[in-house]
């Protein structure tokens, strides 16, 4: 298992009980993934430099916010 509690600023299980989706601290704005309960596989990034999110009540869709990247001007 790997620890990771000290890295999520927050976190919200999916309402089937099966995932549990989180936001990581490490990188700018915060990396959104889940991890299966089951411990099976590693968790899936969902999105980079995401700020709110929330999970669909039938578990099959997490939607979220996203600082969009600026492109350089000329």
């Known amino acids: 298992p790997q ?5 999520v600023s927050s ?3 999916s309402p089937d009980g099966a ?3 989180f936001r ?3 990188t700018a704005g915060g990396a959104l993934l ?3 309960l089951d411990g099976k596989g590693p ?3 969902l999105g980079e430099q995401v700020g709110d999110f929330s ?5 099959d869709v997490v939607a979220f916010t996203a600082r969009s ?4 001007e000329t």
């Open 55 to 59: 999970i669909s009540p039938t578990s």
């Open 19 to 21: 995932w549990l989706v």
């Open 11 to 13: 976190a919200q299980f």
């Open 69 to 72: 990247v600026a492109s350089p």
């Open 34 to 36: 889940a991890v299966k």
């Open 24 to 26: 990581r601290t490490l």
């Open 43 to 45: 968790p899936t990034k």
């Open 3 to 7: 620890v990771v509690a000290g890295e």
